[in-house]
């Protein structure tokens, strides 16, 4: 008697949890179904072109992008969160893009997203980043410094402002021979700097230092190439070497040149010299022979091939 009331209770509670999961994988369905009623869906649309243009599209610059690129979106929205189903972007790169040592700066006011680098003017840059926002803030490479960076986004809005042809992605680099002599005579020399980041407790001369970085990977000597490859078609791509032409092409583009820019650029021409440590003019001294060069071409061949930088020896 007692077990048979047992097994009728323990029924009982087996069909309830059955009905629950049935209803879940009913409501889930109706959710992923992809032709919605026509009226659900426009709601739909509706609701995503709200959500869009508030947040990822402050400054409209051009609504006819907007709608197309609302049109190529498949729309599964469910009334609760997007949870970014309808974007194609691996989380692979979303983390790269995210960064691994520097986070790309957001500038939303601007719509641009940018690429910047340890020993490749960053100073200039943040700085320059900072003024058009009007930030006022004497932190520069820390959280204090005001400015925003992809990795605050979440991964839905990353893939929705790197596949948006509304925001402009902008990269600037530096000849990896420059660069990483660069950030020999900046950091590598110095005793105390390898002992922190690569626990070698000894001044090195620039041979060994170009040996260690092989394994002792640091954003200050990490390849520049920081987004999946592919984007790099996409983007707006300044070398050290123009970069006064590079500054104004980039602002104009985006729309941020003005004078009160103009004579802060022509005033602040000194923000990125005292790190550059007259790299150039050493360049022949640090790279006597070719075996150094050869190292560099290839640690770095993924900056040579994406920037197209020459790989041909200094004389
Ligand atoms: C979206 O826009 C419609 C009209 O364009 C408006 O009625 C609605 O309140 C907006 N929703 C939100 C969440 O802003
Ligand atoms: C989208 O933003 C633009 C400009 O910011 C504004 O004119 C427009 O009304 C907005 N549309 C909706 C649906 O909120
Ligand atoms: C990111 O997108 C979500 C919707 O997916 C939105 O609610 C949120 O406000 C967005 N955040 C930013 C910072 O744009
Ligand atoms: C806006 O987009 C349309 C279609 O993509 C294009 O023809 C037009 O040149 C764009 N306008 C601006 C100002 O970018
Ligand atoms: C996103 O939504 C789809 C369909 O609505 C669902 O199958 C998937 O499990 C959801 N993913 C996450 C991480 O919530
Ligand atoms: C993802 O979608 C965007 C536009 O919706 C397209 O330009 C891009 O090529 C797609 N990427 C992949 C890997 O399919
Ligand atoms: C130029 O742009 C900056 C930053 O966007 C702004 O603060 C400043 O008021 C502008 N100056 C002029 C003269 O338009
Ligand atoms: C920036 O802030 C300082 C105080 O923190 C102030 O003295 C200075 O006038 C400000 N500069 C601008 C351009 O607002
Ligand atoms: C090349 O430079 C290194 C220092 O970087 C120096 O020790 C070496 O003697 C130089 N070799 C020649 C051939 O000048």
């Not at 997203?113 to 803030?137: D, H, M, P, V």
């Not at 092989?214 to 791509?237: D, L, N, S, T």
Request: proline fraction near 2%.
């Amino acid at each position: 008697m007692e077990l048979k009331r047992f097994k009728l209770i323990l029924m009982v509670v087996m069909a309830f949890i059955w009905l629950y999961l049935l209803m879940q994988m009913f409501s889930d369905d109706l959710n992923k179904r992809p032709l919605l009623p026509r009226t659900r869906h426009q709601s739909d649309i509706l609701q995503t072109r709200n959500i869009t243009n508030q947040t990822l599209f402050p400054r409209t610059r051009n609504q006819s992008d907007i709608r197309i690129s609302n049109k190529n979106t498949k729309f599964r929205m469910t009334q609760s969160n997007d949870n970014c189903s309808h974007y194609n972007m691996s989380k692979q790169n979303i983390k790269q893009l995210k960064g691994r040592w520097s986070s790309p700066i957001v500038v939303s006011k601007y719509k641009l997203i940018f690429f910047w680098s340890e020993k490749s003017a960053c100073t200039y840059w943040k700085r320059l980043l900072q003024l058009i926002q009007g930030i006022n803030k004497t932190a520069l490479h820390n959280a204090r410094s005001g400015l925003t960076t992809l990795k605050m986004f979440n991964d839905c809005n990353i893939t929705a402002m790197m596949q948006s042809n509304q925001w402009v992605k902008a990269a600037f680099v530096r000849e990896p021979r420059e660069r990483i002599l660069s950030s020999y005579l900046d950091k590598g020399q110095y005793k105390h700097v390898m002992n922190e980041l690569c626990r070698i407790n000894r001044q090195v001369s620039f041979y060994e230092f170009l040996e260690i970085i092989k394994r002792c990977k640091e954003g200050h000597w990490g390849q520049q190439v920081r987004a999946p490859k592919h984007f790099y078609k996409q983007m707006m791509i300044g070398k050290f070497s123009e970069i006064s032409s590079f500054t104004e092409r980039l602002l104009k583009r985006i729309g941020a040149w003005n004078e009160t820019v103009v004579y802060w650029i022509t005033s602040s021409k000194h923000i990125y010299q005292p790190h550059s440590t007259n790299a150039k003019s050493k360049l022949l001294t640090y790279y006597n022979n070719t075996k150094s060069q050869d190292l560099i071409f290839d640690l770095f061949s993924d900056d040579y091939n994406v920037f197209g930088f020459e790989k041909t020896y200094f004389k």
